[in-house]
């Protein structure tokens, strides 16, 4: 068979697909979960928070800063054992980010 694009798009999302459900359930579910839990952490603190008299500008650029060097950090110590605490931390920071953006949009602003 030749190698057409399509035949190159079908075996990338055929690989794609292939990496999302190769991995154990047990990997799968964890990683699922640091995201719900970051989801729900940021969330909760951000609700917490916004009834306080703290200024909600510095709150952002605080959680945003802390975000930035999680992925600094993992720049930095790019070590293979490390690989599930990383994929971790970055699942948590994705659930983070969304409870950012989505509080940002209920908001308004």
Partial sequence: MQKTKYIKLFDS??????SIFSDSWS????????ILFGFY????LLSFLLDKSINTII??????????????SNLIYNVSKFSKI????NNFRIGSTYALILEAFKLGS
């Fill in 86 to 89: 990383i994929k971790l931390i």
């Fill in 13 to 18: 999302i055929t690989r794609i697909i292939y």
């Fill in 59 to 72: 709150l952002a650029i605080l959680i945003i800063l802390i975000m930035e060097i999680s992925i600094r």
């Fill in 41 to 44: 952490i940021t969330n909760s």
């Fill in 27 to 34: 990997k799968r579910s964890i990683l699922l979960l640091s």
